[in-house]
């Protein structure tokens, strides 16, 4: 079987309409018409990933990149404490996708060498890449909106209670250490984008796997992102970087995350999103056709998470003989 996460897949019907009138998608059409379709409520791919892992619907990122990049984070609780460049647009702030930054692993650490001490008191500042910075906590934390639902999104100031403020008042002063720096002053000149604050998120340990459980159902998880990666770590099952197709894998129960349509959605970028729908298409669900029909995949799990509403579709090798089910049109997966 194969478990394909696919976030920034579900727009409005009418949008799903505009944006895919002209697209050729044969293969998801007719996996559509084909499979068995029902709406869920509005989730994210963390917690679609929660659930089929069995661990807490509100993930503990940092803990878990942790796990995945560097070594066992043990019984500390960690934060995610990551790189980003807020931006005015039209009098709202919004988050980069701190990807955008393209920090080297120099940049990074130079920065962070700047900024530990104004975070001292909360806890030990460490680097796992250029891109994601953990911090060891000394202190409980708040729960904090998480990177990748503020990326590309217009944010507010973190809560005026209590709790949050130690938390102000470090990142005010790690934004005023920001502006002042001289790399972040070189990338300026240079018409890069700087680094203007860090974004608190993902706290928590590493959960303990119930083995009662069971194994997990699937055999490997595909995903770029690190979260992902630790979480196959701890179900104890292959971890790789997401293929750049659906091939002839001999894994026969793989969970993939396919998160190219997610920037493109939450900005609106409607020509890339279709692009990358178009890849979608001929790298992993027509491919995916091809092994349902053959015999070399016995069944396909296509889970589209998102704001407005969720969607499942089951598609097995014996939904595929239901020749009298016609093609059904994208519009299908919006929110009814």
């Known amino acids: 079987m194969l478990t394909l996460i696919v976030p920034g897949l579900i727009w409005t019907r009418q949008a799903l309409a505009d944006l895919t009138c002209d697209l050729p998608l044969p293969a998801f059409a007719t996996l559509l018409g084909r499979g068995r379709l029902r709406h869920r409520p509005p989730q994210d791919s963390a917690a679609i990933l929660a659930e089929i ?12 990149r942790w796990f995945a990049l560097q070594e066992h984070p043990g019984e500390a609780d960690w934060l995610c404490l990551d790189p980003v460049q807020l931006r005015v647009q039209e009098r709202s702030l919004i988050v980069d996708d701190p990807q955008r930054l393209e920090l080297t692993g120099e940049e990074a650490a130079a920065l962070a060498v700047a900024l ?79 680094v203007n604050s860090l974004w608190p998120w993902g706290g928590g340990r590493l959960p303990t796997r119930d083995r009662r459980a069971g194994a997990s159902p699937h055999d490997a998880l595909w995903s770029n992102d690190p979260v992902a990666q630790g979480i196959a770590r701890l179900l104890e099952i292959e971890s790789d970087a997401l293929p750049a197709g659906f091939g002839n894998s001999a894994t026969r129960s793989a ?12 900005s609106g970028d409607a020509i ?62 919006g929110p009814p």
């Not at 892992?53 to 878990?64: E, H, I, N, Q």
């Not at 669900?285 to 969720?310: V, Y």
């Open 272 to 333: 890339v999103w279709r692009e990358q729908l178009e890849r979608l298409e001929a790298d992993w669900l027509a491919p995916a056709l091809d092994a349902l029909r053959s015999g070399r995949l016995d069944a396909l799990r296509l889970l589209a998470p998102g704001e407005l509403a969720a969607a499942e579709l089951n598609v097995s090798r014996r939904d595929l003989w239901k020749f009298w089910r016609k093609p059904r049109a994208l519009t299908e997966l």
């Open 53 to 64: 892992s069995g661990l807490p619907a509100r993930l503990p990122a940092a803990a878990l």
């Open 116 to 194: 530990a001490p104004t975070f001292a008191a909360l806890g030990q500042l460490e680097l796992i890449s250029p891109h994601a910075w953990n911090l060891r906590l000394s202190v409980s934390v708040p729960a904090f909106q998480t990177l990748p639902e503020a990326a590309g999104r217009s944010v507010s100031a973190l809560p005026l209670e209590d709790a949050y403020a130690p938390w102000r008042h470090a990142i005010n002063e790690a934004q005023m250490i920001l502006h002042a720096h001289p790399l972040n002053q070189a990338r300026a000149a240079a018409g890069r984008p700087v």
């Open 255 to 266: 969970l993939a995350l396919h998160d190219a349509l997610e920037q493109p959605a939450r």
